[in-house]
């Protein structure tokens, strides 16, 4: 059984056939997903998922690129459903320094203020990065998110700074980039972080995993991301795939 710790079935590309899509993740063994919303109409669409189908779970907050969009109220609001019962994690929060959208400050400063409230309702964060590594292990430190720990969502940084966050209590969570062939990165970190510190992920419909790479992608594919970890670490797809799911549930709190 897998467990796509990163879906975006709340994206407008899946209105149209949602029910074939989650008919495949089940033929191929995905028993469990977390609906990423990152503002306001992926949100509610993560929650009107997660109250639908039982095997969903929702990760809501504030994605950097549109940090200069969060008010006040958003943030409220983001805190009133950490309490429900399906609401698993906070996030994708971090930073984004690849479109400048929003200023780096007004970024840090969401992202801090996301960190703050995750420790307040005790739930774990899903940590998105691109091009700002050094900012954002900064921040986890001075913040200590350590006390709740989280993900590095689709993580493609070297062994190196992989090894920094789980001393920090976070989860690496590869996805669709790890079976490219020209990933030299993901590949590696697949080998050196050890099992037990492991998730997969699809980050639907973004970055799917070779062969369909640049194609729409979707839960059922996180099954080539467990195969090639499995490939990777010498081990049979059944323990990357055991070993995942477990770390997943035992970070969400999962009981079923
Ligand atoms: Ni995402």
């Known amino acids: 059984?897998?467990?796509?710790?990163?879906?975006?079935?709340?994206?407008?590309?899946?209105?149209?056939?949602?029910?074939?899509?989650?008919?495949?993740?089940?033929?191929?063994?995905?028993?469990?997903?977390?609906?990423?919303?990152?503002?306001?109409?992926?949100?509610?669409?993560?929650?009107?998922?997660?109250?639908?189908?039982?095997?969903?779970?929702?990760?809501?907050?504030?994605?950097?690129?549109?940090?200069?969009?969060?008010?006040?109220?958003?943030?409220?609001?983001?805190?009133?459903l950490a309490s429900h019962p399906k609401v698993v994690a906070l996030g994708e929060m971090g930073l984004d320094y690849h479109w400048d959208k929003s200023p780096k400050d007004i970024q840090k400063e969401v992202f801090r203020r996301q960190i703050r409230l995750a420790k307040k309702v005790n739930l774990p964060i899903v940590i998105h990065n691109r091009e700002a590594t050094a900012d954002i292990v900064e921040i986890l430190k001075e913040e200590e998110a350590e006390e709740v720990g989280g993900i590095m969502h689709c993580f493609s940084g070297s062994p190196e700074v992989a090894k920094e966050c789980v001393k920090m209590n976070f989860y690496i969570s590869l996805g669709g980039p790890v079976t490219f062939k020209n990933a030299k990165k993901p590949k590696e970190v697949a080998a050196e972080i050890p099992l037990d510190k492991l998730l997969i992920e699809t980050d639907c419909p973004y970055l799917a995993p070779h062969p369909y790479r640049g194609k729409r992608n979707e839960p059922g594919y996180v099954k080539l991301v467990a195969e090639q970890i499995a490939e990777i670490k010498g081990l049979t797809f059944e323990e990357v795939a055991q070993a995942t799911t477990q770390n997943a549930k035992k970070l969400f709190a999962i009981n079923c």
Do not use: K
Request: charged share 30%; hydrophobic share 40%; with cysteine.
């Open 1 to 80: 059984m897998l467990f796509d710790t990163h879906a975006h079935l709340n994206d407008t590309q899946y209105n149209e056939d949602l029910e074939e899509v989650i008919g495949r993740a089940q033929t191929e063994g995905v028993s469990q997903m977390v609906i990423v919303g990152f503002d306001r109409p992926t949100i509610e669409r993560a929650m009107e998922l997660v109250e639908r189908y039982d095997f969903m779970y929702a990760c809501v907050g504030w994605h950097p690129v549109d940090a200069i969009d969060m008010t006040d109220e958003d943030l409220s609001w983001i805190e009133e």
